[in-house]
T-cell receptor, first 113, second 115 residues
C-alpha cells in the first residue's frame, strides 16, 4: 500500500543533542513537508520541498534542518539550537500544485529530557 | 499573524446531533479550503474540501458551507456519531499559485460525541 512512513514513532533526547527524524513516501509525490504540532497550536510548517535537492523554510524553520537527496525521502534534523523541541512532528507529501491535498504520516513524538 | 482562525476550541455534541465548526481566513489569495480529521496518535487525514466557486459541498454526513464575501467557511457533521470524536482542522492554501508553501492550518477543534 502507498503511504508515508515516519520513524521513530517515539524518541527521547537529552538537551544539546541533535536528532534526525525519518520520512519516506512511496506515493511518487514530488512535494514533501514537515509540520510541528503542539497542543492548541494547530500545525505549523517547518520546511517544504517541491523537488529533489531543493527545499524552502516554512514559518518556524529556526533550529531545524532538512535534506532532499531522493524523491522518496525527506529527513528532518532537530538541532540543539531549537529552544523548545518537545513536540509531535508530522511529515506529509502531495502532488505539485495540490498542496491542499496532503497525505500525512503517523508522526514522531520527540521528548527532550 | 494567524491567517486562519478556528472556533470553537472544543465541542461536545450528543449522538445524533449536528456538530458545527467555524473558520475565518484573511488572505484573499487562498483558493482551496480543506478540512482534516485527526485521531489521537495519528496523522491528520483529508476529510472534505471546497473551492471558492461554490457555496456548499456535501459528502455523506459532512458538509462544508463557504461564504466568500465574509471570508468564512464551516464544517457541519450531521447525525454525529461517537466515531466522529476527533480533532478537526480547517486549512487554506493557494493551489492556483502552485501551493508551494503548503497549507495554513487553524488551531483545531477537539470534538467529543457523547453516546
Amino acid at each position: 500500500d502507498g503511504g508515508i512512513t515516519q520513524s521513530p514513532k517515539y524518541l527521547f533526547r537529552k538537551e544539546g543533542q541533535n536528532v534526525t527524524l525519518s520520512c519516506e513516501q512511496n506515493l511518487n509525490h514530488d512535494a514533501m513537508y514537515w509540520y510541528r504540532q503542539d497542543p492548541g497550536q494547530g500545525l505549523r510548517l517547518i520546511y517544504y520541498s517541491q523537488i529533489v535537492n531543493d527545499f524552502q523554510k516554512g514559518d518556524i524553520a529556526e533550529g531545524y534542518s532538512v535534506s532532499r537527496e531522493k524523491k522518496e525521502s525527506f529527513p528532518l534534523t532537530v538541532t540543539s539550537a531549537q529552544k523548545n523541541p518537545t513536540a509531535f512532528y508530522l511529515c506529509a507529501s502531495s502532488r505539485v500544485g495540490r498542496a491542499g491535498e496532503l497525505f500525512f504520516g503517523e508522526g514522531s513524538r520527540l521528548t527532550v529530557l | 499573524q494567524q491567517q486562519v482562525k478556528q472556533s470553537p476550541q472544543s465541542l461536545i455534541v450528543q449522538k445524533g446531533g449536528i456538530s458545527i465548526i467555524n473558520c475565518a481566513y484573511e488572505n484573499t489569495a487562498f483558493d482551496y479550503f480543506p478540512w482534516y480529521q485527526q485521531f489521537p496518535g495519528k496523522g491528520p487525514a483529508l476529510l472534505i474540501a471546497i473551492r471558492p466557486d461554490v457555496s456548499e459541498k456535501k459528502e455523506g454526513r459532512f458538509t462544508i458551507s463557504f461564504n466568500k464575501s465574509a471570508k468564512q467557511f464551516s464544517l457541519h457533521i450531521m447525525d454525529s456519531q461517537p466515531g466522529d470524536s476527533a480533532t478537526y482542522f480547517c486549512a487554506a492554501s493557494r493551489d492556483s499559485g502552485g501551493g508551494a508553501d503548503g497549507l495554513t492550518f487553524g488551531k483545531g477543534t477537539h470534538l467529543i460525541i457523547q453516546p
